[in-house]
């Protein structure tokens, strides 16, 4: 059954793949900096995602596994977002959940999976 928020994951799938200015296929054919992901081959709720460590940080040359769940209730509802990679930092969970402004009180329907890996990456990753 189609649902609001896997129709929203497919047609944004689908952007993905046909228009450089969507951010699938930024994320995978031209992804920011550092960053990269896509939903898994059975599920489009469910992304996996990887962030590279950036130079001149802690984390420099690390790559970092993530998942992202997205629910029915998205995009008014922000994903779960999860380090399967351990992730030694003050803001991340024993079990990989991330303490992040945006996955919580801060979300917005307009943010996107590329806003949420660079501000992972810039916060988390980053620092």
């Not at 003050?90 to 996107?112: E, F, H, K």
């Amino acid at each position: 059954m189609s649902t609001p928020a896997r129709r929203r994951l497919m047609r944004d799938f689908k952007r993905f793949l046909e228009t450089s200015i969507s951010v699938g296929y930024r994320l995978q054919e031209d992804p920011p900096t550092g960053v990269s992901g896509a939903p898994t081959d059975n599920n489009i709720m469910i992304w996996n995602a990887v962030i590279f460590g950036p130079h001149d940080t802690p984390f420099e040359d690390g790559t970092f596994k993530l998942t992202i769940e997205f629910t029915e209730e998205y995009p008014n509802k922000p994903p779960t977002v999860r380090f399967v990679s351990h992730m030694f930092h003050p803001n991340v969970y024993a079990d990989g959940g991330i303490c992040l402004d945006i996955l919580q009180n801060r979300w917005s329907p307009t943010y996107d999976v590329s806003a949420i890996l660079t501000s992972i990456q810039v916060s988390k990753v980053g620092h």
